[in-house]
C-alpha cells in the first residue's frame, strides 16, 4: 500500500499480536492507536474507510466511526462513510455470532475465500458479502515450479517458522530438533525464510552451526517452487505452500492461556486454511504439544520417502488452488468499493 502512494499514519503491522495474553499486554500502545487514528478519521472525513484485516482493532473502530456519525445526525454534519472490511475475519472458525457484529458494523465485506459468501448468507442474509478471489493467485500465477527431478535429486525442505518475534522463539528450538533428527536419516538440504531482517537474524542465532542450509530474508516463491517439502507455521505461508504444491507439515506453539482458550472455541477441524478448503488433512498438523522435534521429522520423514504420496497430495493441491478465483481480486475489490460509493 505504501510503494502504491498511501500515506501511512502508523504503521500497524509493527503492532500485530496472536493470542489474548499477547493482545492485553499491548492494550495500552492499542487504546492510544485507536484513540488517534479516530481523531484522524473526524478530522479528514473521508468518503470510505477500508479497514484490512486486523478484525479485532478493525472492527471497534469501525463501530466507534458508526457511533460517532449517529450521534451527529441532529447537527448540521452529515457525514456518512461507507465501512468496508477487506478479508473476512475468521469468525465460521470461532464465535459464530460476531457474524452479526460485522453486519450491524460494516457496509461490505470482501471475501477471499469461496465458501465464505454462502456462509454469511446463512446467518446474516442481508449483510453485503463479495467473493473477490484470493490475492496470491496474482502474486504467484507467472511463478513456475521447477518440475524436473534429477536421478541423484538430493531433497529441498523449506523451514518457515512464522513472521512474529514470538512465533519464532517457539518454532526454531523444535524446527532445529527436527531437522538435526533428519539429517541422522537421509541427507537433504534445507532452506530457512524469514519475512524481514530483524527475524532473520534471530533465526540465525538459533540455527547458528547447523550445516546443510541457509538462513535468507525473502525469496519465499523461488524456496517453494523448488521445495520438495515445507515444515511451516499454520497461517497465510500454508496457502503460499498449497499454492506452489508443496506437502506441509503445518506446526504452531502458542502461550498455555491462550492454547487454552482456543481449544475451547475454535469450532474447525482444521487450522491450516488449505486443509479446511479440502475438507481434509493434506498437511499434517501438529499443534502445541504435539509439535515436537520428534514427531516433526517423523512425519516429514515419511512424506519425503513416499514420492506417491506427495503427488497425491499435490494434485489435490491442484483441485483446491482453482476455487481461489481469477487473477483480478485486487481490481475486483476496488470496483466493489467505487460501486458502494456510487449507491
Request: proline fraction near 5%; glycine fraction near 6%; charge should be positive.
Amino acid at each position: 500500500m505504501q510503494a502504491a502512494g498511501v500515506e501511512l499514519a502508523f504503521d500497524m503491522t509493527r503492532h500485530a499480536v496472536v493470542g489474548l495474553f499477547e493482545v492485553l499486554t499491548k492494550y495500552g500502545k492499542f487504546r492510544r492507536l485507536f484513540r488517534q487514528l479516530l481523531e484522524l478519521a473526524i478530522q479528514r472525513q473521508p468518503d470510505a474507510i477500508i479497514c484490512v484485516d486486523f478484525s479485532g482493532f478493525n472492527r471497534r473502530f469501525a463501530r466507534a466511526v458508526k457511533s460517532y456519525t449517529a450521534g451527529k445526525q441532529r447537527t448540521i454534519s452529515n457525514w456518512q462513510p461507507k465501512l468496508i472490511q477487506y478479508i473476512s475475519p475468521q469468525v465460521w472458525a470461532s464465535r459464530e455470532s460476531r457474524a452479526h457484529k460485522m453486519a450491524r458494523d460494516f457496509d461490505l465485506l470482501l471475501s477471499i475465500f469461496p465458501f465464505e459468501k454462502d456462509w454469511y448468507a446463512a446467518r446474516v442474509p442481508g449483510f453485503a458479502v463479495q467473493f473477490v478471489g484470493h490475492p496470491l493467485v496474482d502474486r504467484y500465477t507467472a511463478v513456475q515450479r521447477a518440475t524436473t527431478e534429477a536421478q541423484s535429486h538430493c531433497p529441498l525442505v523449506v523451514l518457515l517458522p512464522g513472521s512474529r518475534t514470538a512465533e519464532l522463539s517457539r518454532h526454531l528450538p523444535v524446527i532445529h530438533d527436527a531437522v538435526e533428527r533428519l539429517q541422522s536419516q537421509l541427507e537433504f538440504r534445507w532452506e530457512l525464510i524469514l519475512p524481514n531482517d530483524s527475524l532473520t537474524e534471530q533465526a540465525r542465532a538459533a540455527f547458528a552451526g547447523m550445516p546443510g542450509g541457509s538462513i535468507r530474508t525473502g525469496g519465499l516463491a523461488d524456496a517453494l517452487a523448488r521445495a520438495d517439502l515445507a515444515i511451516a507455521s499454520t497461517g497465510t505461508v500454508t496457502m503460499e505452500c498449497a499454492w506452489f504444491g508443496v506437502p506441509t507439515v503445518a506446526i504452531y506453539k502458542t502461550s498455555w492461556s491462550t492454547y487454552q482458550i482456543a481449544k475451547r472455541i475454535i469450532k474447525v477441524r482444521f487450522l491450516a486454511m488449505p486443509n479446511i478448503l479440502a475438507n481434509e488433512p493434506l498437511f499434517p498438523e501438529l499443534i502445541q504439544h504435539e509439535a515436537t522435534g520428534e514427531n516433526i521429522a517423523r512425519v516429514a520423514l515419511d512424506l519425503l520417502q513416499n514420492a506417491g504420496q506427495r503427488h497425491a497430495i499435490k494434485d489435490k493441491l491442484a483441485t483446491v488452488m482453482k476455487t481461489l478465483g481469477a487473477p483480478g481480486a485486487a481490481s475486483r475489490a476496488a470496483e466493489a468499493i467505487i460501486e458502494l460509493l456510487r449507491v
